[in-house]
Structures are given as structure tokens and as C-alpha cells.
């Protein structure tokens, strides 16, 4: 099956810092990446969509100048939070479609990074 | 109105027994429709898609949709404590929008 991974799983950090999160996609190349981030007990809200080669979309309310993303490759995608303060924190998901699977619109999921700003 | 709606619960079953997740959705254009499951602390991973009026089975879950009604559900039959997730709905008009999930509990 599809197999998306993200690195890091976890991180701490301090206040005004940046962080930078992968997603790679692992058995597969995807065109198209996305961004969610989910906070506690809520659900998945979509940031940007990462196209490959070309500028991401980003989502209304998204900073496209805080939340920095680059897809220079059909497998990597990269998501860089600059700045990072503490209501950033939050749960960063990437998903990417495998146009393979025949199911164009279907989207697998990284693991997700955890991030904390102190 | 929410454009894909989820009671959050939770639902609680016992072993064995059927789990009926429930979701609506606010816009009649929206094509393709799917289910995931997250464990806490994890991120979704897919159950089932489904695309046609009418079910479709996969093992022990069985997807049914309504365009109509604007209803989409997902049955879990012999529920197992293994099962105990949120389950989230997630409906594509032109992107991916999920509900806030329904919170399922398989007690022994």
C-alpha cells in the first residue's frame, strides 16, 4: 500500500525559531501533497496543497509567509514553520494521492508531526 | 451549518456487536466520499471510499451513501475493543473536508 512518512514525529522548540517538517512519500510519487494541522479534539484542517514544481495553495486564514512549503520533488515535501510561536503548536499531518491506486481522489496520510513552542 | 457534520459521541458498543457511524454533508456537489479511522494520538488512516449510491462492503465495514439525502454512514459488524477510534468523514467536492469525528468505544 501507499506508504507516506514524516519526519520529525516530535518537536520542541523555542519561541521564534523555525522548524522545518518532511513528508516523503515512500513506495509511490505524488504530485500533489497536502498540509493539515489538527488541534486538540478537533478535527483536520487543511492548510495548503503542495504541487510539485510549482507554488502551494494555500488555504484562507494560512499565512503563506509563516507556514513556508516546498515540493521540489515528486516524493518530498517540505512544510517550515518560521517564527514558530506558541499557538503553534498543533499536530501536522501531510497526506499525499497515489495516482496509481485508481482512486485518484484518495489520500494516505504521513504519522504526523507533533509540535511544541515554548 | 457545518459542511460535513459528525455527532462526536461517544458511541459506545459492545463486542460484537454492529457500530453505526453517521455523517452528513452541506454540498450536493461533492463526489467522492471516505472514511477514517484515528487512534488517539495518530493520524488517519483510510477505511473504506465510496463513490455510488448504495453500500459497499469491505470485510466487516460496509459504507453506505445517500446522495440524495446527503448521508453517508459506515457499519462496523462484530465490533472488537480493536476498533475503539474517532472515526472521520470526509467528503471531496474539489478537496478534502473532514467532520470532527465520531469517538467509538467496543467495551468487553
Known amino acids: 500500500g501507499a506508504v507516506v512518512s514524516q519526519h520529525p514525529s516530535w518537536v520542541i522548540c523555542k519561541s521564534g525559531t523555525s522548524v522545518k517538517i518532511e513528508c516523503r512519500s515512500l513506495d509511490f510519487q505524488a504530485t500533489t501533497m497536502f498540509w493539515y494541522r489538527q488541534f486538540p479534539k478537533q478535527s483536520l484542517m487543511l492548510m495548503a496543497t503542495?504541487?510539485?514544481?510549482?507554488?502551494?495553495?494555500?488555504e484562507q486564514g494560512v499565512e503563506k509567509d509563516k507556514f513556508l512549503i516546498n515540493h521540489a520533488s515528486l516524493t518530498l515535501s517540505t512544510l517550515t514553520v518560521t517564527s514558530a510561536h506558541p499557538e503553534d503548536s498543533s499536530f501536522y499531518i501531510c497526506?499525499?494521492?497515489?495516482?496509481?491506486?485508481?482512486?485518484?481522489?484518495?489520500?494516505?496520510f504521513g504519522p504526523g508531526t507533533r509540535l511544541l513552542v515554548l | 451549518q457545518k459542511e460535513v457534520e459528525q455527532n462526536s459521541g461517544p458511541l459506545s458498543v459492545p463486542e460484537g456487536a454492529i457500530a453505526s457511524l453517521n455523517c452528513t454533508y452541506s454540498?450536493?456537489?461533492?463526489?467522492?466520499f471516505f472514511w477514517y479511522r484515528q487512534y488517539s494520538g495518530k493520524s488517519p488512516e483510510l477505511i473504506m471510499f465510496?463513490?455510488?449510491?448504495g453500500d459497499k462492503e469491505d470485510g466487516r465495514f460496509t459504507a453506505q451513501l445517500n446522495k440524495a439525502s446527503q448521508y453517508v454512514s459506515l457499519l462496523i459488524r462484530d465490533s472488537q475493543p480493536s476498533d475503539s477510534a474517532t472515526y472521520l468523514c470526509a467528503v471531496n467536492p474539489d478537496k478534502l473536508i473532514f467532520g470532527t469525528g465520531t469517538r467509538l468505544q467496543v467495551f468487553p
Open positions: 497526506s499525499a494521492r497515489d495516482l496509481s491506486s485508481g482512486t485518484q481522489e484518495t489520500q494516505y
Open positions: 454540498d450536493r456537489g461533492s463526489q467522492s
Open positions: 503542495s504541487n510539485e514544481g510549482s507554488k502551494a495553495t494555500y
Open positions: 465510496i463513490y455510488s449510491n
